[in-house]
């Protein structure tokens, strides 16, 4: 079943392939913009709860009783620090993922580029069938701080800030002076 009728036309077999991929296509484009907005979604919740910590910690602050602040800080800052975490794991799986369709994709483009002068001619030509050449073809740059421009590494700097600060509140519940020597 998995091999063509002798008998079928080498075309008939060719336009059922066509139709196969550019249905393929379609599903992992689809696939991509589905994952791009689970994780701009994801992002977003955790950029909105990180501010709206912020807020309720400045009116908290103003108040006179440090104990509470203390507590509220601590309560939050728990909570924004699992928040990250699950939002930086899930944003790298749905980035691998993404990238995964684009390798996928680039595999069909490639493909009617090469069966089809039209096609080539009318196309941006795809990148390499590799990861690296794909990544080059997207205009991503080799090093870390590509690591921190995307979603993951934006999510990865707000949770070592958010850390940092769990940290000093900490100390300074168990009575450690965090401030600054002066």
Do not use: K
Request: proline share 4%; glycine share 6%.
């Amino acid at each position: 079943a998995d091999q063509p009728d002798a008998g079928q036309p080498e075309a008939a077999t060719f336009a059922s392939a066509l139709t196969i991929l550019t249905t393929e296509h379609m599903s992992l484009q689809s696939a991509r913009a589905a994952a791009t907005s689970e994780a701009v979604s994801r992002v977003s919740i955790y950029l909105t709860a990180v501010s709206a910590a912020m807020v309720a910690a400045a009116f908290v602050g103003q108040g006179r009783d440090s104990s509470m602040a203390t507590s509220f800080g601590l309560i939050v800052l728990i909570g924004l620090m699992f928040l990250g975490i699950t939002t930086f794991d899930r944003v790298l799986q749905v980035s691998i993922e993404d990238f995964s369709y684009a390798l996928r994709i680039n595999r069909i483009r490639l493909f009617y580029t090469r069966q089809s002068a039209i096609a080539a001619d009318q196309l941006e030509p795809p990148a390499p069938d590799s990861a690296v050449g794909l990544l080059h073809a997207y205009g991503v740059r080799a090093g870390s701080w590509q690591m921190l421009v995307s979603l993951p590494g934006v999510v990865s700097v707000i949770n070592s800030l958010i850390a940092g600060t769990l940290l000093a509140v900490a100390l300074s519940a168990i009575g450690f002076d965090t401030a600054p020597a002066d």
